[in-house]
């Protein structure tokens, strides 16, 4: 046996492996701060189409990285293309369970019942397959108030909402649960509850799109509390 020739091979094997890996790290690296730190979606979508995603990324993997630039983007019939094109796919049910869960919140936001729930009920399938459900009980659960008090108008989750309110350290997340607890009144239809609830929700809410919209609805009609 030729050593000689044995041990150049594995230095060259050794050498594009490590090679293959930092620039693979590289690319993940330019993709993740042109998403999430520069908000730049069309930078990331043009990275997406590049010979090196293409050579690290399988289609599939590619399409379910699509997913956030298309919703930052607001490109509703491309989100909806891409999620009936992902339907065709194998993928691992951890990677689906997050692929589901964008998906229920984008059909809930378009107030649209049959793909919110068919998401849904699909998540919460590849939910109860987990031996381990530990790491995806919190977004389970959150998944399960945007749909259920959104589209199905359950105000059952009215004292949860409060609850979860009080004990919420984060001034946002405070206010996130009084909205969805002031919703919760609107289905009940206790108008004068709802009302309070929605005054204490936008205090904690200042500098965000909810300060703006609870004023709305205060201002102009309380149906308005339907469309967020």
């Keep these: 046996m030729n050593w000689t020739l044995f041990l150049v091979l594995c230095g060259v094997g050794l050498v594009s492996y490590f090679g293959y890996f930092l620039l693979f790290k590289n690319q993940i ?3 993740t701060k042109l998403l999430y730190q520069d908000n730049n979606a069309e930078g990331f979508l043009n990275e997406l189409n590049s010979w ?3 050579l690290f990324f399988p289609k599939k993997m590619q399409a379910m990285m699509k997913i956030d630039a298309y919703l930052m983007q607001g490109e509703v019939e491309k989100s909806k293309e891409l999620f009936g094109e992902l339907d065709k796919y194998r993928i691992r ?3 689906e369970f997050y692929v589901r869960q964008k998906e229920v919140a984008f059909y809930v936001d378009l107030k649209d019942a049959k793909n919110s729930e068919k998401a849904y009920n699909r998540m919460r399938e590849i939910y109860d397959s987990f031996k381990d459900k530990t790491s995806y009980e919190s977004v389970m659960k959150e998944s399960e108030f ?3 008090i959104n589209i199905n108008k359950n105000y059952h989750y009215l004292e949860e ?3 979860r309110a009080k004990k ?3 001034e946002f997340s405070q206010g996130i649960y009084l909205y969805r607890a002031a919703k919760c009144y609107y289905f009940k239809g206790d ?3 709802c009302k309070e609830t929605l005054q204490r929700a936008q205090t904690r809410l200042k500098g965000t799109f909810y300060e703006a919209f609870i004023q ?3 201002d102009k009609d309380i149906k308005l509390i339907e469309e967020k």
Aim: net charge negative.
């Design 161 to 163: 909402m409060l609850e």
């Design 93 to 95: 049910p951890g990677d």
């Design 52 to 54: 090196q995603t293409k």
């Design 191 to 193: 108008m004068r509850l």
């Design 168 to 170: 919420a350290q984060a």
């Design 216 to 218: 709305d609805i205060l």
């Design 146 to 148: 945007i749909y259920e």
């Design 29 to 31: 690296m330019k993709l």
